[in-house]
């Protein structure tokens, strides 16, 4: 593989020295793009996109052709695991995943298999290792998972959900069905996180999308025990490299010590969180990514700058810090203002390390 | 007006001694009751219903019949404000509100009036005073209003929304327009919510329901401000009683040292908070409502009982806690779990307050 020419995601991560703070945007790759919109309408619908390694690989390069990102992220879905799992994943026009299958009782746990990366996933592994090619060495490559909470949610709701009815009834009355749920989600994880990682990816991060959905109790058990199974699990070194591991659990940003203790090398924090604040909190046992509003992406180029620099204020000096949105960018953000984002931190995080 | 037969309410949300902790439901006269639907059904559509005082007060009595609840909480929407500043609110079968005309321009925030309660929101006071009087002093009754900013992103999105794209383009680009919109909305609450003391209301809950998804430094700036300046225009004492003041900031967690600052009485926390965690952060500044998953409710009546438990618990012994979820109740629940939680509070509590 080629050499790094740009390593200073990797080093931010791991709280090593750098030129200037690190950039890259969740969901980068994606419908805000007329090209991304061009490419999907030729692969069909949204899994065939996933599926196929040579317009994953284009449509994951293609905002790094626009801006001055930092780093890539593999292009697909959180949802290729319980599809592996034999749910049979699909996507309405229009609509959110969806699954032909869905887990509800003791039986349904019990006959699901854990996720075979290789035979079921290959077509991810595949897109990793193109996508690693053709970066070149550009910048580093992260791969990703989600968290077996959010996964869990999917599944046994079998669809997107807004109160969590079923999963929440299983894991509250059945906790025991709900942990051997997770327990094979995590195993699944794992498997597939350390295919990515042999397949090229430099770096990975686990979504817990809906961890913030959960008591602080339940917060505890049912997702963040299942992270650390992860964390403990994972190759965190390949090549010769660290392997970082980010953990970003959406509406988290109570949990920030709990979360900063269970082996990650950085947390992703919402834009609820106050930037300055989490570092205090946290200290030097983890990175921090994030935080802007994904909002302020609407706003004016000007707007977005002066956001961008109350952030970097709020961090302060010194490394440990990978700016990013506070989640995925919206659909219908002008491709000009995520410039204007990006090249914000560009132009104004070389102070922060002086 | 006759003397309070229950008080228990009250008198913990003021901090003093209560036999066993109270208890009431956000949205407990809702569509889970199969009573509500009928009287719903009898009104036709939702704003009928909230304009209807008969009907407004039949459905505010329909769950003190059912459960042992310890407060009533007045039957309205929080968009009679928008709706009386002349946005024309109406609802479509199955989807969110709406408004006929959307604020999105300095012009139309300058032509916008302040709500007049006396003239165009009659039909809530005059429902205050029929529910009051038909209490007969049997639990006190709450009114309630939206917060100004959760009020502002419905003005301005014209309907629910998920990244609420032109209010917070509206509030980073120019915030001095939304400035005078959240002034206005301020002024409008407080004199709505002064109506419904001088009408009947014993306590008053301000709802900020869409106060989480503002960044720490725009929360304060944006919606705390406008809480504050509500809280300091309130009426505090009526006919001799204290009125007690809750504020509810959904995924307001991480707020709760500023919120507890601000001079209301009681802070509403929803489930992602530690209850004892809030009430070391609080100390004795303010009483503390919440904060059941409204999803354990989905659970068995058993589970229900164990977390009831676990909160009353984890809160400890004392007066300053109002028991109830961490938000609305949802319409698929069993009305059976709702009396199980209810009851179990009633049933619980009193080993708390010995």
Request: overall charge negative; glycine content about 8%; some cysteine.
């Amino acid at each position: 593989m080629s050499a790094l020419k740009n390593d200073r995601f990797l080093r931010a991560l791991l709280r090593q020295p750098v030129d200037r703070t690190p950039v890259w945007m969740m969901r980068q790759a994606g419908r805000y793009l007329p090209e991304y919109k061009a490419t999907r309408a030729q692969a069909g619908d949204f899994m065939s996109l996933c599926k196929n390694h040579e317009l994953a690989c284009e449509v994951t390069l293609q905002p790094l052709e626009r801006f001055p990102l930092d780093a890539a992220i593999l292009f697909s879905d959180i949802l290729t695991i319980p599809d592996a799992m034999g749910l049979g994943l699909y996507f309405e026009t229009g609509e959110g995943p969806r699954f032909h299958k869905v887990v509800r009782t003791e039986k349904d746990v019990a006959d699901l298999p854990i996720a075979n990366t290789e035979a079921d996933l290959g077509y991810v592994l595949k897109a990793v290792s193109t996508i690693r090619h053709e970066l070149n060495g550009r910048v580093p490559l992260i791969g990703f998972s989600g968290s077996p909470w959010t996964l869990a949610t999917y599944m046994v709701e079998g669809e997107s959900s807004k109160d969590f009815r079923h999963v929440k009834a299983m894991m509250y009355d059945t906790p025991e069905i709900m942990h051997e749920l997770l327990n094979k989600l995590a195993l699944s994880v794992i498997d597939y996180l350390n295919g990515q990682i042999k397949a090229g990816a430099q770096a990975v991060q686990i979504f817990d999308t809906w961890g913030g959905s959960l008591s602080d109790v339940a917060y505890r058990e049912f997702s963040l025990k299942y992270m650390q199974q992860i964390v403990d699990g994972l190759i965190r070194e390949f090549d010769g490299q660290k392997i970082p591991v980010i953990l970003f659990t959406k509406g988290g940003g109570q949990w920030l010590e709990a979360m900063a203790d269970i082996g990650a090398d950085a947390l992703g924090i919402d834009w609820t969180t106050d930037m300055g604040n989490a570092r205090s909190r946290v200290g030097d046992r983890v990175a921090l990514q994030g935080n802007m509003d994904p909002s302020v992406l609407y706003a004016s180029p000007k707007t977005i700058r002066a956001e961008v620099k109350r952030i970097l204020d709020s961090y302060g000096s010194g490394s440990g810090q990978v700016f990013n949105l506070g989640h995925g960018i919206h659909q219908f953000v002008d491709p000009e203002n995520a410039r204007a984002f990006v090249e914000a931190v560009v132009e104004l995080s070389a102070d922060y390390h002086l």
